[in-house]
Structures are given as C-alpha cells and as structure tokens.
C-alpha cells in the first residue's frame, strides 16, 4: 500500500496552457504608465521602434495623445502627418487621454479656441477616417487597448454575406436593372402581369398605358447585340 504523503506525487495537476495576450508598443512609450497597466492586466508588451502609431493590437494601429500632446501636436500641424501616415492601415485609432485631468476645450488657454478644435476633431473623423476615443487616464486608455488584444480576429471577420433575395424579389430586382424602372414601377408591372415573361412578350403600347414612357426601355428586349 502507498504511504498517503506519496500519494501527492502521484498524480500531477493538468496544465491550463493559455496563450498570453501580446501587443506591440513603439519605444517612445516605454515610460509611459499605459505599459505598466498593461503589464498588471497580463498584456505581453513588445517594445520596439514602430515608424507609425504607438501600438499595434491586433493589425489595428493605435495613436495616443495626452490632451496637452494632442493640441500642441494640432497647433504645430505634427498631428496631420502622423494622421496620414496612420492612414497606411486598414484599421487604425486615435485615443486622446486625460478627460478627467485637463480640459479639451478650455477656450484661450493653450492659445486656440475650442471651436476650432471642436472642427478639428470632426476632420479627423471625417476627412481622414481616423475614430476616435476619449480616455479618463492612463489606466483607462490600457483597459480599452486590453480589451481590444482580447478580441479576436474573427469577431471582426469581413467575410460577410448579403441577404438571399426570394423569388419575388429576384423578379423585381431583374425589373429594376432597367434604367427607369424603380422598385415602385417593377411592383405595379408584376402585380398585373405575375411573370417576367408576359412583361417582356406584352405590346409596347399596352406597357404604355401602365408605366408611360418608362416602357421604352422595353424595345430593349427585341434589339440585336
């Protein structure tokens, strides 16, 4: 019989083997407190030099500017540069930090007025297509970089279908291929007709009597190539 304090060495725990979520971060940022909070929360932070963004989660590139970075950098039009070149990725993010620690848009103080960097933020959004998130702090900017790595790629996928049409409306979708004829007219001509094959065999004059000149586009039909 085995002595019962041998009996713990003889069955070994399972090991949970769990991949560690990892990020790139540029060098620059080495000092910054976003890294260590990434670090706390079980990130595996990469640290190299990165020619555009700050970091890299999962092929989105990330740009991050304190407040005061981020008025500066628009004041001394650094911004714009950095905005194109994050441009190069398909998916790409701005996140401004330290809402809860500086205003954004306290008029005058930093020598620009806050309409102006109200308009600012629109064109970054709109002209460069560049989302933006606002952080309270470091530590809030980390969470949402976390929860970012957590995501996967197939929660993102592209590969998207379009709706199946049914019967009826692949009908009045052939019928809205002719130019002139919308969705309201391709139902007013398969509800008097049913089939495709009686609009197109229907006389021109009796198309016009429903749908007007519309039905022109009909001699279509019977033209050669």
Request: hydrophobic share 40%; net charge positive; proline share 3%.
């Amino acid at each position: 019989m085995t002595p019962k304090f041998l009996d713990i060495f003889s069955k070994r725990p399972e090991k949970i083997i769990k991949e560690q979520l990892k990020i790139i971060a540029d060098y620059r940022e080495k000092n910054s407190l976003v890294i260590s909070e990434l670090i706390s929360l079980g990130i595996d932070v990469e640290v190299k030099e990165l020619k555009v963004a700050d970091y890299i989660v999962n092929n989105v590139a990330i740009e991050r500017k304190t407040v005061s970075d981020f008025i500066s950098s628009m004041i001394n039009k650094r911004l714009l540069k950095q905005l194109e070149e994050l441009g190069q990725y398909p998916n790409r993010l701005l996140i401004i930090e330290g809402m809860d620690e500086k205003e954004l848009y306290n008029d005058d103080a930093e020598g620009i007025n806050g309409n102006a960097i109200r308009g600012f933020l629109l064109s970054i959004v709109l002209k460069h297509k560049v989302p933006i998130i606002f952080s309270k702090n470091s530590e809030d900017t980390a969470k949402f970089i976390f929860l970012l790595a957590k995501k996967k790629e197939s929660e993102m996928s592209l590969n998207v279908k379009k709706k199946s049409l049914n019967k009826k409306e692949q009908m009045q979708f052939i019928l809205e291929g002719f130019p002139g004829i919308g969705p309201k007219t391709a139902k007013k001509l398969l509800e008097k007709y049913k089939t495709l094959h009686e609009i197109f065999n229907s006389p021109l004059e009796e198309l016009q009597e429903i749908i007007g000149k519309k039905a022109e586009i009909f001699r279509i039909i019977n033209d050669n190539y």
